[in-house]
């Protein structure tokens, strides 16, 4: 990229959409200054109109993400904008959407921006979809991978609708996360483009050899030839099709990453910190010694999976189900229970209540195990409420308990001492429900006994711009 040019950053959540505008600082090669950003709330959740897949089945309307991302955009200052000399994409792993190759947008010159708003497109069926069961899972074909399959991974979906709704698959010709769907669009792509991050996240894709688990998918029937092409995290996908809210024709758009591997690298700063992100769900990160590769064989029990980070190394991860989305749970109930008793209230009213109640309450003996989703080690353990006395049922102990439960249940699954092991020295928080959240940062303070910073909203936007500020892109090999 031109020396002294804008770097755009997105990235696609499973609750929000945030950009960010980035230039290296000028008196350090590795710094960065953040220009501008913004979120939107994408409010993209559907019903879910396949009986077979159950309430359990998650789905987003792809149109209001791709508003939110308009949005978005549309918020950031102009002469920014044209000064962009390269985009980078992040999003929520593991979900999955199909569209029709050359009918998946439609490109429209607005007052103010050309924009691209879907066409041919599903709905994306998100991460935390819960259609495929346990006993569904165990009929499918062993995967050819370290990691294991789980309901909410894009080719479990996909082996799902094969058998339920085959008629939607025909329908479409290409298949990405919604991250590649968007770069896809903005490149005008005959075929979309997937990292390995999000390879890895859909299941059946092979780390060492950088491919699909072919011969396998093929002999159970699979229709692959909805897989996306893979390419490195870090080269160019392609150029913008089009001016793009005063974003040039030609500019670079790197190969979307995933949002847990884009939000790492923009808070480790040292291979011995650890990183946290407590978003929609929570996921602790930390980097593994160049070399390392994980056992060839998944185990679906393991409760810590190894992930593709930048240049063939991996991270440590434990990945909850269970966040911020726990929060939004109990604060639904809440306001309907209060709607039950006749009373109206806002549900942003109740949250906040319910955050300065808890700071005001600094400890408490209730424990909430949080896991009202699962988890995809435990796809059947639910949430539990333990150590019940008539003085901690008030809103602060109940909150406080939560929050706590939210970290510790994480730590069950990574426990600080395999970080020690692992030389962690530092804690890096980051995330949307954490940066809004006191009392989860109280807890995260107190269950770490090392130095804990905090982040920003958004960084895993932020990190998706800086794979490209601070590496040479790589066009990808024809």
């Not at 303070?445 to 790589?474: E, I, T, W, Y």
Request: with cysteine; aromatic share 6%.
């Amino acid at each position: 990229m031109a020396a002294g040019s804008v770097t755009l950053g997105i990235d696609l959540g499973t609750t929000s959409v945030k950009a960010a505008l980035l230039e290296a600082a000028p008196d350090d090669p590795s710094g960065f200054v953040v220009l501008a950003s913004c979120a939107r709330a994408a409010r993209a959740e559907v019903e879910v109109e396949s009986a077979a897949a159950g309430p359990q089945g998650r789905e987003q309307d792809v149109r209001r993400i791709v508003q939110a991302l308009n949005e978005c955009l549309a918020a950031l200052p102009r002469e920014q904008l044209r000064r962009v000399g390269g985009v980078g994409v992040s999003g929520q792993m593991h979900g999955v959407l199909f569209w029709k190759a050359g009918q998946g947008c439609e490109w429209t010159e607005g007052d103010t921006a050309s924009v691209f708003e879907p066409r041919a497109v599903s709905h994306l069926v998100t991460w935390q979809d819960g259609r495929c069961s346990s006993s569904f899972l165990a009929s499918l074909p062993q995967p050819e991978s370290h990691l294991s399959v789980a309901t909410g991974f894009g080719c479990a979906t996909i082996f799902w609708l094969l058998k339920n709704s085959p008629e939607l698959l025909k329908s479409y010709d290409a298949a990405g996360t919604i991250q590649d769907y968007v770069v896809a669009m903005l490149c005008g792509l005959p075929r979309p483009l997937m990292s390995d991050q999000n390879a890895a996240s859909w299941g059946y894709f092979n780390t060492r050899s950088q491919s699909w688990n072919m011969e396998i998918l093929k002999a159970s029937g699979f229709p692959v030839h909805l897989l996306p092409d893979i390419a490195e995290p870090g080269t160019v996908a392609g150029r913008t099709s089009r001016v793009w809210f005063e974003i040039p024709k030609g500019t670079q758009v790197g190969v979307a990453l995933g949002d847990l591997q884009a939000s790492v690298y923009s808070c480790m700063a040292q291979r011995t910190d650890a990183v946290l992100n407590i978003s929609t769900s929570v996921q602790l990160a930390a980097s593994m010694p160049p070399g390392f590769q994980p056992a060839q064989t998944a185990d679906p029990s393991a409760p810590v999976a190894y992930f593709p980070y930048f240049h063939s190394t991996y991270l440590g991860v434990a990945a909850s189900l269970n966040g911020g989305n726990v929060l939004a749970t109990f604060v639904h109930m809440l306001v309907q229970w209060m709607a039950d008793l006749g009373l109206e209230v806002e549900e942003s009213t109740v949250y906040s209540r319910m955050i300065e109640a808890a700071a005001q309450q600094r400890d408490t003996c209730l424990t909430i195990t949080p896991t009202v989703l699962g988890e995809r080690h435990l796809p059947d353990q639910l949430a539990s409420v333990t150590r019940i006395s008539s003085s901690d049922l008030s809103l602060g102990h109940v909150t406080r308990a939560l929050c706590r439960g939210i970290v510790q249940n994480l730590l069950s699954m990574l426990p600080f001492q395999q970080l020690a092991e692992w030389g962690v020295q530092r804690v890096m928080g980051s995330g949307s429900a954490l940066s809004r959240n006191e009392v989860l940062k109280q807890e995260v303070q107190r269950a770490f006994p090392l130095p804990v910073s905090f982040g920003q909203d958004v960084d895993a936007a932020v990190g998706a711009a800086l794979v490209l500020l601070r590496r040479p892109m790589k066009q990808k090999e024809p």
